[in-house]
């Protein structure tokens, strides 16, 4: 079973950037498809970005299409979050989590993924 700890968040004035990670052990990273997500206060869980376990095909959410990259280094077993053009709606914890299986797209939807960690906030300021 593997674990996943988030790092990274933070205070951040809009039109900024931040770049989180997520550090992983105790399972074999590079088989996972791995994704991030992120919920604000009163909302539900949504999909941000996920990427393939071989890191050659990514999808994100169309709300940061453009402005937000997800990346992958399975020989450092880290998962990565480049935030960039960042904005008040922006704020959230946000959550890596790891799908066991090996979808050709990553995906879309939490009840995908099987592990989360504990989650980084993120806050935007205008």
């Known amino acids: 079973q593997v674990q996943l700890v988030e790092s990274g968040g933070g205070l951040v004035q809009a039109g900024g950037s931040l770049r989180l990670s997520c550090a992983a052990s105790g399972g074999t990273f590079s088989s996972y498809t791995m994704g991030w997500f992120r919920q604000a206060p009163g909302k539900e869980r949504e999909f941000v970005a996920g990427v393939r376990w071989n890191g050659r095909s990514t999808t994100y959410a169309d709300s940061v299409k453009g402005r937000f990259t997800i990346s992958r280094d399975n020989a450092k077993n880290t998962m990565y979050l480049q935030m960039n053009s960042l904005k008040p709606e922006d704020t959230a914890v946000y959550y890596c989590?790891?799908?066991?299986?090996?979808?050709?797209?990553?995906?879309?939807?939490?009840?995908?993924?099987?592990?989360w960690g504990q989650g980084t906030q993120v806050t935007v300021s205008s």
């Open positions: 989590a790891a799908d066991r299986e090996r979808p050709i797209v990553p995906g879309t939807t939490a009840r995908r993924y099987n592990y």
